[in-house]
């Protein structure tokens, strides 16, 4: 079973931001890390 990460977290995150709006800061710096180090690790 091959699930990407990215689009999964991408949603997670996108849910989390419609319920709790003042944690945006938050979501986006964690999903751009996180997707950063998926980045290099997969290269």
Same mark, same amino acid.
């Given at each position: 079973?091959? *699930?990407?990460?990215?689009? =999964?977290?991408?949603? #997670?995150?996108?849910? @989390? &931001?419609? *319920?709790?709006?003042?944690? =945006?800061?938050?979501? #986006?710096?964690?999903? @751009? &890390? ?5 980045? =290099?690790?997969?290269?």
């Amino acid at each position: 079973m091959n *699930l990407a990460i990215e689009p =999964l977290l991408a949603l #997670v995150i996108g849910v @989390l &931001i419609l *319920l709790i709006p003042r944690f =945006l800061n938050y979501f #986006v710096a964690v999903y @751009l &890390i996180v997707v950063g180090i998926l980045g =290099l690790i997969h290269r």
